[in-house]
């Protein structure tokens, strides 16, 4: 049995005090194996930023482990979490925010060689440099420039050849193309695409956009207001979606194909996303899921195996396979086509 290069468990980030705690990350558990990329979706507020954060231990852990080859992040301190960090990298959110302005492209790659010394000597510094610019679609001359120098796309280019310099094993992407055009987005989801097929990294990628999960993951999490309440191999997923948050997300990718558009039956979510520190009794979705019953109101649905789709779990009382919505298993890939 091969270890999975991540594996969490019923880790959990609470803030606020212990009497009313809010609940960002509530007992979740996955993993992701060496090269594979796990997709987490779900929409603003559900806990996806905050489940980086407490695997990247720019928070603590509530309970719960993650363990990275082995060893738990969320326990590491000193110079295990320092060398936990060499093997974790970030792509974030913002290519605005995230560069220093006032460095110059050289000096912001070659930082994380400054913070590991012994990783790479300073004499290869620039020749490396070089190199992880053209890995990412950008020239050596552009070492010499500052980040105002360089347009959305290219700055998140930059930022993804900063993360790559300590040669992690796991790469975590923020919604690394939400603050993009979408023309740039395809671009940059095709060169992670083909980084990860290079080195054999494993991703971890938080989005909201399905299109762009379903272009770039192998397997995919579904979460809503700290759970997660369905997983399983992409295939799965796209093809026979069973728990209602699910399906009614899926009903919201638009059809690029305009003869088809008025097949599928569109599922508007009545009500506001839940409070995270007073989430609903049961289970969380049923305030606004048209299937709810009692029970989904006396009791909180587990991750269960579902027989019509191989791997795929869904934590729901009422989980239907037969979606009145369109499966998305065969619309054509959006970002290939983007690309070109």
Wanted: some cysteine.
């Amino acid at each position: 049995m091969i270890e999975p290069l991540l594996k969490v468990q019923n880790l959990a980030r609470h803030f606020g005090s212990a009497s009313a705690p809010v609940r960002a990350v509530d007992d979740v558990s996955f993993e992701i194996a060496n090269g594979e990329t796990l997709g987490l979706v779900g929409e603003s507020g559900c806990g996806k930023t905050s489940l980086v954060r407490t695997l990247l231990k720019l928070g603590p852990a509530t309970s719960g482990s993650a363990l990275l080859d082995g060893v738990d992040i969320t326990t590491a301190s000193g110079r295990r979490l320092h060398e936990l960090r060499r093997k974790m990298q970030v792509v974030f959110q913002d290519p605005y925010q995230s560069l220093n302005p006032r460095m110059r492209v050289d000096r912001l790659i070659s930082e994380p060689w400054a913070l590991h010394p012994g990783v790479l000597p300073k004499s290869n510094w620039r020749e490396e440099t070089v190199k992880l610019l053209e890995s990412v679609g950008l020239r050596a001359e552009h070492a010499d420039r500052y980040p105002s120098e360089f347009s959305g796309g290219q700055r998140q280019r930059l930022g993804i050849a900063r993360a790559l310099a300590l040669n992690p094993t796991l790469l975590v992407c923020d919604e690394p193309v939400s603050a993009l055009d979408v023309s740039v987005q395809a671009q940059v989801i095709n060169l992670l695409a083909g980084l990860r097929r290079e080195r054999n990294l494993a991703m971890l990628f938080v989005a909201h956009d399905l299109a762009v999960v379903r272009h770039v993951s192998d397997r995919v999490m579904v979460m809503y207001l700290g759970k997660i309440i369905e997983t399983g191999p992409k295939q799965s997923i796209f093809s026979a979606a069973a728990h209602p948050y699910t399906q009614a997300l899926m009903s919201a990718v638009p059809t690029p194909d305009p003869r088809r558009r008025g097949q599928y039956k569109r599922i508007v979510l009545q009500g506001d996303l839940p409070s995270p520190a007073n989430p609903p009794s049961g289970c969380r979705f049923r305030t606004r899921c048209w299937k709810a019953t009692s029970i989904c109101e006396e009791q909180e649905p587990a991750l269960t195996a579902r027989t019509e789709a191989p791997g795929l779990l869904t934590a729901c009382h009422h989980a239907d396979p037969e979606s009145p919505t369109r499966s998305l298993a065969r619309e054509p890939e959006p970002m290939s086509t983007m690309a070109r």
